[in-house]
């Protein structure tokens, strides 16, 4: 697990690592976090050809389950999202190389009361 602080320097990091290691999962705690990292993100990737999906809560579960049918590199989302397309098999957590929590403390609470040790087992 990668621990960064919050700010661009660590989103260009995991923008970094991604190019050179593969697909990175980025919880994060709210939706409001995860549209401004993802848009983040895409800014610093947009020269190399780097696939990020955002998916939250509060949005069409089915456009999400379509847009995990094609290649994505970084994963931005929200530990409740990002469980509930684990366990319907859509998202597989497997073929990650890295995950990334952003907002550490709010993350883990969260991801403790979803059940991280579920999404621990999905990424295996």
Known sequence: MCL????????????????????VLLLVPTRELALQTSQVCKELAKHLNIQ??????????RD??????????????????????ANKGVCNLRECA?????????GLFIAQSLGLSC???SLG
């Open 52 to 61: 990020i999906m955002v998916t939250t809560g509060g949005t069409g579960l």
């Open 4 to 23: 960064c602080r919050v700010g661009s320097v660590s989103k260009a990091l995991i923008v970094s690592v991604l190019y050179l290691c593969g697909t």
């Open 98 to 106: 890295m995950l990334v929590m952003d907002e550490v403390r709010a």
């Open 64 to 85: 999400d389950i379509m847009r995990l049918y094609q290649p994505v590199h970084l994963l931005v989302g929200t530990p409740g999202r990002v469980l509930d397309l």
């Open 119 to 121: 999404l621990c087992y």
